[in-house]
């Protein structure tokens, strides 16, 4: 440090670096001959809330060894590794540290507040994380990497309108990639980047005809599995019709009753509250249908503890019979071609030989949500794609 000053609030620091002699790039011989030095300003970070600027005398050395045209001594910048080059090679105007610092904020605050902190421009701020980011996940995530138990599962960057895919290693328990899209075309080309395509045993989806079709193509050995919370959901959903139907004939009273505790009739008994208990037994036993409906959700939800998938098979089918002697079109059009159990069949009882489920892949799309939240939303998708596949994220 050769000196240091306070210019409207600034702090300014004039600095060098210590070395005396530098070993020239032409033709590696060293020299201590000082042709000039020129003053540069670089950013640092803030010292106690005050703007840190750095002056760095950066000195040009000459080199007697070697000559240039006209037969004159070439000259040389000395190298700057606090702050580096940037990418078109010219030195750049911040510190490492500074970028660094920026980079490890910008995951838990906006694009435009760390800016704002930090008085600096926001695409400035982009590439300090996008730099950060890169190297983290090229460290932790090698190109082409190919996990042994596969999820895949969507979620939307805009509702209607814009969707991504997620694929995570269930087993590594960390994101792999985010592509755009949610269709079969869009997710091929990282399947088809597979390093060991034939390694992936197990690929966990829910029941996207379009992620099916595309992992038959690009992964021969991998079997299909249902996630458990889709199935439920499904079976769940054929619930709600039933009490649908049976609420629009209802008088007002029975059928506000019935629209209050919609929710309670698709959790867990063991999550009910008291009041939803009373309400619901009282429903019970006034419209033994919604029971039956409900017995029967309970009843595939326990299906998912057959101890093989054998005892799997043959519960399905005693589930199946009762679904059809208790007459609801509701649940029987789940055994209807291109439902659950007409056409999914296969993928729903391969759970019982590889016990996956996509429970670490939706704990991602609800931080993924969180982060799209706290931004108001992403227009910058590189940005959200990067924060998602940090290992730290």
Not at 15 to 33: E, L, Q, S
Request: proline share 4%; glycine share 8%.
């Amino acid at each position: 440090m050769l000196g240091q000053r306070i210019e409207q609030g600034v702090l300014w620091i004039d600095v060098a670096y210590a070395v005396t002699a530098m070993v020239c790039p032409h033709c590696g011989k060293p020299t201590n001959k000082l042709h000039d030095r020129r003053a540069q300003r670089k950013r640092d970070v803030p010292l106690r809330g005050r703007k840190v600027n750095l002056v760095l005398w950066r000195r040009r050395f000459r080199c007697l060894w070697c000559l240039g045209r006209l037969r004159r001594p070439r000259t040389f910048s000395e190298p700057d590794p606090v702050c580096g080059l940037g990418p078109k090679g010219r030195g750049r105007r911040t510190t490492e540290r500074l970028r660094q610092k920026i980079a490890e904020e910008l995951p838990h605050q906006t694009v435009k507040r760390v800016a704002e902190v930090y008085d600096v421009g926001q695409r400035f701020v982009r590439e300090c994380f996008a730099a950060r980011a890169g190297r983290e996940i090229a460290q932790a995530l090698p190109k082409g990497c190919t996990p042994r138990v596969l999820g895949l599962d969507e979620f939307s960057m805009k509702r209607g309108v814009r969707y991504e895919t997620v694929f995570c290693d269930l087993e590594g328990r960390r994101v792999l990639e985010v592509v755009e899209g949610r269709d079969g075309e869009s997710v091929r080309p990282y399947l088809e980047s597979l390093r060991e395509p034939e390694a992936v045993a197990v690929a966990v989806m829910d029941m996207s005809e379009g992620y099916r079709q595309v992992v038959w193509l690009c992964l021969p050995e991998a079997a299909i599995v249902v996630d458990r919370f889709h199935a439920v959901r499904r079976v769940g959903k054929a619930l709600d019709r039933v009490r649908l139907r049976l609420q629009r004939g209802q008088g007002e009273e029975r059928r506000g009753k019935l629209y209050r505790l919609r929710y309670g009739l698709l959790r867990d008994p063991k999550d009910w509250t008291e009041r939803e208990r009373q309400g619901l037994e009282e429903l019970f036993v006034q419209l033994p249908q919604l029971k039956r409906a409900w017995e029967l959700r309970e009843a595939f939800r326990a299906w998912y503890e057959a101890v093989d998938r054998a005892a799997a098979e043959a519960e399905l089918a005693k589930w199946e019979q009762e679904v059809k002697d208790s007459g609801m079109a509701e649940y029987q059009a789940l055994f209807e071609e291109g439902s659950m159990l007409g056409s999914w069949r296969e993928e729903l009882l391969n759970y019982f030989e590889q016990r996956y489920t996509n429970g670490y892949t939706e704990g991602k799309n609800n931080r993924t949500k969180q982060l799209q939240r706290q931004a108001y939303g992403y227009r910058n998708r590189e940005n959200l794609r990067l924060r998602i596949l940090l290992p730290a994220a």
